[in-house]
Structure formats: structure tokens, C-alpha cells
T-cell receptor, first 111, second 113 residues
Framework: GQQVMQIPQYQHVQEGEDFTTYCNSS?????IQWYKQRPGGHPVFLIQ?????EVKKQKRLTFQFGEAKKNSSLHITATQTTDVGTYFC???????????FGRGTSLIVHP | DVKVTQSSRYLVKRTGEKVFLECVQD?????MFWYRQDPGLGLRLIYF???????EKGDIPEGYSVSREKKERFSLILESASTNQTSMYLC????????????FGPGTRLTVT
């Protein structure tokens, strides 16, 4: 079945440093979503990418979808303590409409 | 604002008990999901419902069943709870359309002793 791998599992950064999490699928994705889960909270939708090579920005967050639609990344510029949480990617493969979630990357920001 | 509510935030049950977890959404969404979340394992799909009375097994359906008698309500049932079902259970809903955005409930932390 489809597998979605996300790396790294954890990332410690000093406030102000950049952060990137990577998502790789074993199969071609029709689209990919990114979610953020704050400690003690539930996942909250951030964005969806659909087109090959698509890049979208939300303030300090940059999301990319690979040309082959099998990988994606989330980059945060100049992290802040409010960025702390676990970031998940999720995407359905082929004709499926059910997304598979990656295991998430937990971001820890040290002030 | 979409609201997804779950019947309990915390639940403690004994091994062998039948457990019902309820989820209600107020946005007339067709699709609803049940996930369990365990440290280091991310979100794993238990069951998915794409409409009333319709369901599909997810990646880890063993030991669970579901019920969707009304569009707004999706129930997860543990027929005979076991200690390895101690976990955080998250419900989500999604509109059947172009966006795949899922709206999650606050979660139920279930402990089976």
C-alpha cells in the first residue's frame, strides 16, 4: 500500500533559525495537504498543493510540491516559539480519495 | 466555522468493556474519519465513511467497528476493549469537493486498564 515518509522525526532549533520538514511518498500523489498540531491540540489544516512543482507561501512558511508529485516540503523562515508543534503531511495516491498521513515532524524552538 | 465535537476528552475503561466514541460535525460534511494517534506513529486511519450508512476500512480496523446512521454523527465502537487500544482517538470530517481539508475534533484520550 501507499507509504508516506516524513523526516526528520524531531527538530530542535534556536529561535530565529530556519526549519524544513520533508515528505516522500512511495506513489504519485494527486494532491498533498499540510497540517499543524500544537502540543495538546488537534491537527489544523494549513494548506493544500495540487499542481506539479507548485509553491505556496503563507507569511514565513513556504510549501513545495515536487515535479513528480511524490514529495513535498515545508520550510519555515526565522522560527518563532509560536511555531512549536508537530507538522504532518497527508496525501491520497492515484485514484484514492483517502489520504495517508506521514508520521509527522515535531519542531521544538528554543528561545 | 466548522465544528467537530467528540463526546469525551478523557475516558477510562476496563479490559473487555464495550466502548462507544461519538463524533458530531455541524457542517453537513459527507465524509467522516476515525484515526488513532500514538507517539511516533502519526495518525493511522481506522475507518472512513463517505456517506450515511457507508463505511470503508482504513489501515487498522481490527478490533473496531463504526456506525453512521445520521450524516452528522459517526460513532467508533470497541466491541471488547483491550489495553493495546489505549490511545488518542481523533475524529475528522471533510466536505466532498475539490478541497481535501479535514476538520478535526479535539480528540478522546482513551485508557484501557
Amino acid at each position: 500500500g501507499q507509504q508516506v515518509m516524513q523526516i526528520p522525526q524531531y527538530q530542535h532549533v534556536q529561535e530565529g533559525e530556519d526549519f524544513t520538514t520533508y515528505c516522500n511518498s512511495s506513489t504519485t500523489l494527486s494532491n498533498i495537504q499540510w497540517y499543524k498540531q500544537r502540543p495538546g491540540g488537534h491537527p489544523v489544516f494549513l494548506i493544500q498543493l495540487v499542481k506539479s512543482g507548485e509553491v505556496k507561501k503563507q507569511k514565513r512558511l513556504t510549501f513545495q510540491f515536487g515535479e513528480a508529485k511524490k514529495n513535498s516540503s515545508l520550510h519555515i523562515t526565522a522560527t518563532q516559539t509560536t511555531d512549536v508543534g508537530t507538522y504532518f503531511c497527508a496525501g491520497p495516491s492515484g485514484g484514492s480519495y483517502i489520504p495517508t498521513f506521514g508520521r509527522g515532524t515535531s519542531l521544538i524552538v528554543h528561545p | 466555522d466548522v465544528k467537530v465535537t467528540q463526546s469525551s476528552r478523557y475516558l477510562v475503561k476496563r479490559t473487555g468493556e464495550k466502548v462507544f466514541l461519538e463524533c458530531v460535525q455541524d457542517m453537513d460534511h459527507e465524509n467522516m474519519f476515525w484515526y488513532r494517534q500514538d507517539p511516533g506513529l502519526g495518525l493511522r486511519l481506522i475507518y472512513f465513511s463517505y456517506d450515511v450508512k457507508m463505511k470503508e476500512k482504513g489501515d487498522i480496523p481490527e478490533g473496531y467497528s463504526v456506525s453512521r446512521e445520521k450524516k452528522e454523527r459517526f460513532s467508533l465502537i470497541l466491541e471488547s476493549a483491550s489495553t493495546n487500544q489505549t490511545s488518542m482517538y481523533l475524529c475528522a470530517s471533510r466536505s466532498q469537493g475539490i478541497s481535501n481539508e479535514q476538520y478535526f475534533g479535539p480528540g478522546t484520550r482513551l485508557t484501557v486498564t
